[in-house]
């Protein structure tokens, strides 16, 4: 079967993105970095080199979520309508993120085709429409799912200084309230899971603490061979070491523990 597309659906915390930015090491997937786009996307071994420099980055509580919208912020401007997926690049394969707000959720419950990206275009009349020839259910979903969602919000929080008590920002009803969002996301990121399987989609479902051990890269070279994909174990191992370490050592600052899930 032809892969369409791939969308990954998490919890906050959870690793989601981690596990994106790996599967964007194979080439056949749009890639943003820190570069101009010149009208190729770069090889896989630049890819690596980037990602790696990216996850050797210095951060804390209040530049992790910084960090990461470096990456986050082009496509989701680019391929989300109205805060759920709404366009599909002609050029090449996507990888799309989904914690499970309501409008995200509509949007792959309603399965329709994906319109090109490229409105402005479209709309001067320099580019003529195109559907996707598949729908949005018809690409691969990976669910990384929890065994306890309080696991994840503790992780959230070590990144994000609003939800961090060393933090001068910290604010008790918000971290309050990413309790109560993030348990929201998993209800409803199950009842999706479970649409979707009932529709015989294709659906790979993993437990997200599993991520987060030494051997947390075997969960993604799953998800790499079921998919198909071409991307070294080497580039694949190396990038999880290094995000997983400054993961611990972000949940250890705020917690005064060691993450163990």
Not at 207 to 215: G, H, K, W
């Amino acid at each position: 079967m032809a892969l369409n597309g791939v969308i990954i659906y998490f919890p906050w915390g959870a690793g989601g993105n981690l596990v994106k930015n790996i599967l964007s090491l194979d080439t056949d997937f749009e890639f943003i970095d820190d570069q101009p786009f010149n009208g190729e996307y770069p090889d896989a071994e630049s890819r690596y080199a980037f990602l790696r420099r990216y996850y050797l980055q210095r951060v804390n509580s209040e530049t992790w979520l910084n960090r990461e919208w470096t990456i986050r912020r082009a496509p989701h401007n680019k391929y989300f309508y109205m805060n759920g997926v709404g366009y599909w690049n002609p050029d090449c394969k996507l990888i799309y993120d989904i914690h499970g707000t309501p409008e995200e959720i509509m949007s792959i419950t309603l399965d329709q085709h994906l319109r090109c990206f490229d409105r402005i275009s479209i709309q001067e009349g320099r580019r003529e429409e195109q559907l996707s020839e598949w729908t949005i259910q018809e690409c691969d979903h990976v669910f990384l799912l929890a065994d306890n969602i309080q696991n994840f919000t503790d992780i959230y929080a070590s990144k994000n200084a609003d939800l961090d008590k060393t933090n001068r920002k910290f604010n008790i009803r918000l971290l309050e309230e990413a309790t109560r969002q993030n348990e929201s996301y998993d209800t409803r990121l199950r009842y999706l899971m479970n649409h979707l399987q009932t529709r015989n989609r294709h659906v790979l479902e993993y437990t997200a603490e599993a991520l987060f051990r030494d051997d947390g890269y075997v969960m993604i070279e799953d998800i790499r061979d079921k998919l198909g994909l071409t991307i070294s174990s080497e580039y694949l191992r190396d990038i999880h070491a290094i995000w997983l370490q400054s993961t611990r050592d972000l949940y250890y600052n705020l917690h005064k523990k060691i993450l163990d899930i």
